[in-house]
């Protein structure tokens, strides 16, 4: 990546929260975008299966830091907003082992819902939408 582009994707980095809609109409579930280097356009990640894991969970969780363990930024909150107690009322926030060579630390993570999840409750709401409609 050249060093122009590098400085733009450090600068887009970051954690983005919907700030100006009220906590009671979003979702409490990420959703994750990353820059397409060829395009430069934005493209959401999702995942359609669970994970498979040797202790049969299904949680998926991102990472709310780099990979050298630093909290990825909150963008635009204004002076007087806590980054962190902000996460904690948008996201669903866990903590995950992450295992280095000095040992094993916690990270802060959101946890994630798979496509499937989505499409499942876009159904139930869009459901509940006809019920009401039809009184």
């Known amino acids: ?11 887009l980095a970051g954690i983005y929260l919907p700030l100006l809609h009220p906590l009671s109409s979003c979702c409490r579930y990420p959703v994750v975008v990353c820059l397409e ?13 669970p994970p498979v894991s040797p202790d049969n969970s299904t949680e998926i969780v991102i990472p709310l830091c ?5 909290p990825l930024e909150v963008r635009c909150l204004l002076d007087s907003e806590k980054p962190g107690s902000l996460l904690e009322m948008y996201l669903r926030v866990t903590e995950v082992p992450c295992t280095r060579a000095d040992g094993i630390v916690l990270v802060p993570a959101a946890r994630f819902v798979t496509l499937a999840y989505i499409v499942v409750k876009f159904e139930e709401i869009n459901l509940m939408f006809k019920t009401v409609r039809k009184s």
């Open 66 to 70: 780099s990979s050298d363990l630093e």
């Open 37 to 49: 280097r060829q395009t430069g356009s934005f493209q959401p990640l999702v995942t359609t299966r």
């Open 1 to 11: 990546m050249s060093t122009i582009a590098s400085v733009v994707v450090d600068r």
